[in-house]
């Protein structure tokens, strides 16, 4: 059985901050987590969906219910996608949200 890592959690001393890594492949495993600050995205563009909106809608409805952070380190490998639409909407500064459009 693999253990996930605790850091210190200096908002609340009893209530340790567990990592879980999970794959970008099933959006249903990261909606079944409950009390999610953050979450760090990392190369998500190398995951083998096409269509990763399902992911994350399942991020962004995860994160609004705590008023969490994302961190997304990844590039786009295509035109088109969530990852594409975050980076062009960053360079204006736009909010971003699963039903934002390019224009």
């Given at each position: 059985m693999v253990m996930p890592p605790f850091i210190?959690?200096?908002?609340?001393p009893h209530k340790?901050?567990?990592?879980?890594?999970?794959?970008?492949?099933?959006p249903s495993s990261i909606s079944s987590w409950k009390e999610v600050v953050h979450i760090h995205m990392s190369d998500i563009a190398a995951s083998s969906r096409i269509d990763d909106a399902e992911v994350f809608g399942a991020a962004f409805s995860i994160l609004a219910n705590t008023n969490g952070t994302m961190l997304i380190e990844s590039a786009p490998?295509?035109?088109?996608?969530?990852?594409?639409?975050?980076?062009?909407?960053?360079?204006?500064?736009?909010?971003?949200?699963a039903n934002s459009t390019m224009s």
């Amino acid at each position: 059985m693999v253990m996930p890592p605790f850091i210190n959690n200096p908002d609340n001393p009893h209530k340790p901050t567990r990592i879980i890594g999970l794959g970008g492949s099933n959006p249903s495993s990261i909606s079944s987590w409950k009390e999610v600050v953050h979450i760090h995205m990392s190369d998500i563009a190398a995951s083998s969906r096409i269509d990763d909106a399902e992911v994350f809608g399942a991020a962004f409805s995860i994160l609004a219910n705590t008023n969490g952070t994302m961190l997304i380190e990844s590039a786009p490998r295509r035109s088109s996608g969530m990852i594409y639409k975050i980076y062009e909407m960053s360079k204006l500064r736009k909010y971003v949200d699963a039903n934002s459009t390019m224009s």
